[in-house]
């Protein structure tokens, strides 16, 4: 398992244990994490998985263009440290992790 932080909407921060090998997105909706809809089930369409990495110990994957392509279509600007967390597989280097929720 790995501990991954979710800093909610509403500045509600929560720890989840999340398993190896679920998307970012998958562990944080089975926990109920506010403002990650996930409207399209993970097939990086929808991007209300959007999420800023605000702290990480290791570097996450490396994006890819149709992760890239969706963020730059959201209807929220995408920054430096976006993601569709959809698209990150939890991994034991992301052990402590933080994520800021966009939401809507
Ligand atoms: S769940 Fe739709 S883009 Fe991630």
């Known amino acids: 398992m790995?501990?991954?932080v979710f800093i909610e909407p509403s500045g509600n921060r929560c720890e989840i244990d999340a398993a190896d090998g679920e998307s970012v997105m998958q562990a944080a909706t089975?926990?109920?994490?506010a403002g990650i809809?996930?409207?399209?089930?993970?097939?990086c369409?929808?991007?209300t998985c959007?999420?800023?990495?605000?702290?990480?110990?290791?570097?996450?994957p490396d994006?890819?263009?149709?992760?890239?392509?969706?963020?730059?279509?959201?209807?929220?600007?995408?920054?430096?440290?976006?993601?569709l967390t959809c698209q990150l597989t939890v991994t034991p280097t992301m052990d402590g992790t933080v994520f800021q929720v966009i939401g809507r």
């Open 50 to 60: 959007h999420c800023l990495v605000v702290d990480a110990v290791n570097p996450l």
């Open 63 to 83: 994006m890819q263009s149709a992760e890239a392509d969706t963020l730059e279509f959201t209807a929220h600007q995408m920054h430096d440290n976006s993601r």
């Open 2 to 4: 790995t501990r991954l």
């Open 37 to 43: 809809d996930a409207e399209c089930g993970g097939s």
């Open 45 to 47: 369409m929808c991007a």
């Open 30 to 33: 089975a926990k109920g994490i």
